[in-house]
């Protein structure tokens, strides 16, 4: 397992000195959001994608993957009452899978809950249909890339479409298409499951629906600054053969990005070593 940095928490830095610093820490790969990039990632040329791509492999890092994919451009929606804005947000989701596939990346994880949201009067079922048609176009865009697309679970205090893996796999079983999946961050899973992270490990990995692993606190900071567990988590992983990337994923930086980054590491490894 590859343990991968998602680069937001050094955005303050220059692409080439968040490499420099992940590689120092101990990282293996960035896990970029692409709004650190751009403000409009989806015209990212694809001599840019390979300039990008060839930084961050200079430190001896990989692109793991992309996450935060809708924050940029402004105005995106997968369910948005107008037919225009979805189509604008599934062009971009559509490039973004040509991006992950130029820097790479093997997986794009959809979490975005401002682009997500149930429009006012209207139902959750008609919010959901229109997410899953854009996720069943998406899926195929991904093949073509060979890349896979993940809709990520979250809690209701972000989104009310999807705050489950039971209620992901619906979603990605109703498509049955292999470039879509479905993904564990934890932090969400501590928040809306009912299941320890490690027993929906145990539950989903098998499957072969979950491509992708987050690390996060409940409480939003980084593994080892709340009260959730990690190493019974890296245990069921490891149970499970679980072979992809995690990426290191906190949201509030105590005391700083740097030092968060710092210390997420240092635990992860910490723990990877006693157990070894």
Sequence with gaps: MRISLCNEVLASMPLAQQCEYAARLGYDGLEIAPFTLS???????????????????SFGLAVTGLHWLLVKPDGLSLTDPDAAVRMR???VMKRL?????ELGAAVLVHGSPKQRQI?????????LARLQDSLAQVAVAAASHEVVYCIEPL????????????????VVRSINHPHLRTMIDCSAAGLSETE?????IDHWLPTGLIGHIQFNDPNRRGPGQ??????PILAALRRQGYAGAIGVEPFDYLPDG???????????RGLREEEI
Excluded: W
Aim: with cysteine; proline share 4%.
């Design 258 to 268: 740097p030092a968060t980054a710092a210390f997420c590491i240092g635990y992860l």
């Design 155 to 170: 809690s209701k205090k972000e989104t009310q479409l999807i705050n489950t893996v039971a209620e992901a796999a619906t």
């Design 89 to 91: 947000t599934l062009d």
């Design 97 to 101: 899978t040509g991006l992950c596939a």
């Design 119 to 127: 429009a006012p009067g209207e139902s959750h079922a008609v919010a």
């Design 196 to 200: 320890s992270v490690a027993d929906l």
């Design 39 to 57: 403000d409009e990632p989806d015209k990212i040329s694809a001599g840019v994608a390979a300039n990008i791509r060839a930084t961050v492999e």
């Design 226 to 231: 709340g009260e959730m567990k990690f190493g």
